[in-house]
T-cell receptor, first 111, second 114 residues
Framework: SQQGEEDPQALSIQEGENATMNCSYKTSINNLQWYRQNSGRGLVHLILIRSNEREKHSGRLRVTLDTSKKSSSLLITASRAADTASYFCATAGGSNYKLTFGKGTLLTVNP | NAGVTQTPKFQVLKTGQSMTLQCAQDMNHNSMYWYRQDPGMGLRLIYYSASEGTTDKGEVPNGYNVSRLNKREFSLRLESAAPSQTSVYFC?????????????FGPGTRLTVT
């Protein structure tokens, strides 16, 4: 069964706007990762946040983690049409080399 | 570096046929994984290999077998394909074994079982 659940399932915004996606999980984690998947392609790693971290930035990406609420959010600022993709959160628990993926958020950025 | 490569890219099988999906990575990673992705679903782990010489079941292993041929190659075999195995299959690798570093994914194999 999936560990992470993304919300919303689909998000449509205009170019230049910010996009926020949320991920909730059920059990304790060692780290949480976000991946992007362009249509018909493999997943690409975006960012990893460890359980002892609260916020992390990478370019236009900002990830937060609240372990007390078992939730994470991914913010993409100043979105571009090229950001159109599905975004997945993945959690790493006790067996560190295994990831459990959520069902993803489909982001559409309209030019 | 090619990263993670998968062959074939597309395959159509009849029910009951067998086939092997090939995966290779050139990043000297210890850990390799096989996932399947169905419409509207995230990725589900079929099998993984934490290091050369070891394999373990994931979430959905029934109907599949794997072989970690060497450090570079990890194959997935369907012995008797069923329509329920119609899916997109992704191979991934990560480094080093025992730590959940980022995973690198191949382009996928689109399998249809009729």
């Amino acid at each position: 069964s999936q560990q992470g659940e993304e919300d919303p399932q689909a998000l449509s915004i205009q170019e230049g706007e910010n996009a926020t996606m949320n991920c909730s999980y059920k059990t304790s984690i060692n780290n949480l990762q976000w991946y992007r998947q362009n249509s018909g392609r493999g997943l690409v790693h975006l960012i990893l946040i460890r359980s002892n971290e609260r916020e992390k930035h990478s370019g236009r990406l900002r990830v937060t983690l609240d372990t007390s609420k078992k939730s994470s959010s991914l913010l993409i600022t100043a979105s571009r049409a090229a950001d159109t993709a599905s975004y997945f959160c993945a959690t790493a628990g006790g067996s560190n080399y295994k990831l459990t993926f959520g069902k993803g958020t489909l982001l559409t950025v309209n030019p | 570096n090619a990263g993670v490569t998968q062959t074939p890219k597309f395959q159509v099988l009849k029910t009951g046929q067998s086939m092997t999906l090939q995966c290779a990575q050139d990043m000297n990673h210890n850990s390799m994984y096989w996932y399947r992705q169905d419409p509207g679903m995230g990725l589900r782990l079929i099998y993984y290999s934490a290091s050369e010489g070891t394999t373990d079941k994931g979430e959905v292993p029934n109907g599949y077998n794997v072989s970690r041929l060497n450090k570079r190659e990890f194959s997935l075999r369907l012995e008797s394909a069923a329509p329920s195995q119609t899916s997109v299959y992704f191979c991934a690798s990560s480094e080093p074994g025992g730590r959940a570093y980022e995973q690198y994914f191949g382009p996928g194999t689109r399998l249809t079982v009729t």
